[in-house]
Structures are given as structure tokens and as C-alpha cells.
T-cell receptor, first 110, second 115 residues
Framework: KNEVEQSPQNLTAQEGEFITINCSYSVGISALHWLQQHPGGGIVSLFMLSSGKKKHGRLIATINIQEKHSSLHITASHPRDSAVYICAVPSGGSNYKLTFGKGTLLTVNP | ETGVTQSPTHLIKTRGQQVTLRCSSQSGHNTVSWYQQALGQGPQFIFQYYREEENGRGNFPPRFSGLQFPNYSSELNVNALELDDSALYLC??????????????FGPGTRLTVT
């Protein structure tokens, strides 16, 4: 089974700050998912990446396959970015099953 | 292009009862995965259906069962409900039979409360 660790568990920032959320996993993978979940809500897929870096608006995701580590960055954070951010990776030995981290609760204050 | 939809949004059931949750996959997607998310936890994989066949299963008892229909919509059935089954149930659709190559698109979830 692939163990997924996210840090920090909770993060509070002021509007405009640069945010970094980290994800480490134990077993080599072909792709990693970053997801966003608003309180009480469903999940939105932000990125799926297998190498390097992806950017979408103010969100940037990077992955280092050798170090088994990924980061999600938010530039110029805004209160509407407040949500739980979850990383997910394929379970060891499986192509169909995702293992999810426990999530990082981000609160951005105006 | 329509997104993933789930019904109902909320549901309250009594211990011992049975429940059916429904998911309509995104247009063109032939794979549906179901997840259980307990409060404060990350989602846990229940099972996946690919072209109407179960493609893989997580660590859930047989009273959790599913179906996928020819139009690729899907149902999750839970028998003999227990209090611990109270959770948000998420479905996600994708292309292909594996999550590693294709992005998953999640529905809004069904909040099940068992009393």
C-alpha cells in the first residue's frame, strides 16, 4: 500500500500570501492527483501530473518522482481558496485504486 | 458536456436498512469509482466499475455492492446499514480502467447518515 503524508494539516494565511502544501508518498508512482474539497462539498480535480510542473491560473503543482514528493503552490491567495486540499496516488501494485492523503485545511483570511 | 452527478444529495437511514446511491458519469467516460469519506478523513476506495464489470475493490465488506449500466451510470448499494456507514459517498468517472493514466472527475457526493 502507498502511504501518503501531507503537510501541514492546517494552514492559515492572509489574503495575498504565497501558499505551499506538501505531499510525500512511499511507493513509486506514474501520476499524482491534487484535489480540492470545499467544506461539506464534493471534490474537484485540480491537477494530475507525472513529472515536472503544471500551472493553472494561480495554482502550480510540482512533482519530484525520484524524491517521491509533490508540492501545490497558490500564488496571491484569496479567501475563496479556503478549502481542503488533498493529494492522491495510485495504491502500490494497483492501476485503479487511489490512496488519499488526509488533506490540508487552508483558511485564507481577508 | 455534462459533469458527474449524484443522487440523492442527502439521505437519512436507520441501522439495518438498505440504501442505493446513484451516479451519472461524465459524458464519454466508461469507468466509475466509488469512495467513502468519513468525517475528517480522506476518501477510501470502495470499488471501480469499467464497462459494466467490477474492475477492482477496496477493503469493504460484501454488503457494499455495485452496478454499472450500459450508459455507464452506476449504483452503490449498501445492505444492513451500520452506524459507521455514515459518510460522504463520492463517485468519480474517468476514461479507461485505471486511475493512473486518466484524470478522475468527481461528483458532489451523497451525504448518508445512519441513525
Amino acid at each position: 500500500k502507498n502511504e501518503v503524508e501531507q503537510s501541514p494539516q492546517n494552514l492559515t494565511a492572509q489574503e495575498g500570501e504565497f501558499i505551499t502544501i506538501n505531499c510525500s508518498y512511499s511507493v513509486g508512482i506514474s501520476a499524482l492527483h491534487w484535489l480540492q474539497q470545499h467544506p461539506g462539498g464534493g471534490i474537484v480535480s485540480l491537477f494530475m501530473l507525472s513529472s515536472g510542473k503544471k500551472k493553472h491560473g494561480r495554482l502550480i503543482a510540482t512533482i519530484n518522482i525520484q524524491e517521491k514528493h509533490s508540492s501545490l503552490h497558490i500564488t496571491a491567495s484569496h479567501p475563496r481558496d479556503s478549502a481542503v486540499y488533498i493529494c492522491a496516488v495510485p495504491s502500490g501494485g494497483s492501476n485503479y485504486k487511489l490512496t488519499f492523503g488526509k488533506g490540508t485545511l487552508l483558511t485564507v483570511n481577508p | 458536456e455534462t459533469g458527474v452527478t449524484q443522487s440523492p444529495t442527502h439521505l437519512i437511514k436507520t441501522r439495518g436498512q438498505q440504501v442505493t446511491l446513484r451516479c451519472s458519469s461524465q459524458s464519454g467516460h466508461n469507468t466509475v469509482s466509488w469512495y467513502q469519506q468519513a468525517l475528517g478523513q480522506g476518501p477510501q476506495f470502495i470499488f471501480q466499475y469499467y464497462r459494466e464489470e467490477e474492475n477492482g475493490r477496496g477493503n469493504f465488506p460484501p454488503r457494499f455492492s455495485g452496478l454499472q449500466f450500459p450508459n455507464y451510470s452506476s449504483e452503490l448499494n449498501v445492505n444492513a446499514l451500520e452506524l459507521d456507514d455514515s459518510a460522504l459517498y463520492l463517485c468519480a468517472s474517468s476514461l479507461g480502467g485505471g486511475t493512473t493514466r486518466y484524470e478522475q472527475y468527481f461528483g458532489p457526493g451523497t451525504r448518508l447518515t445512519v441513525t
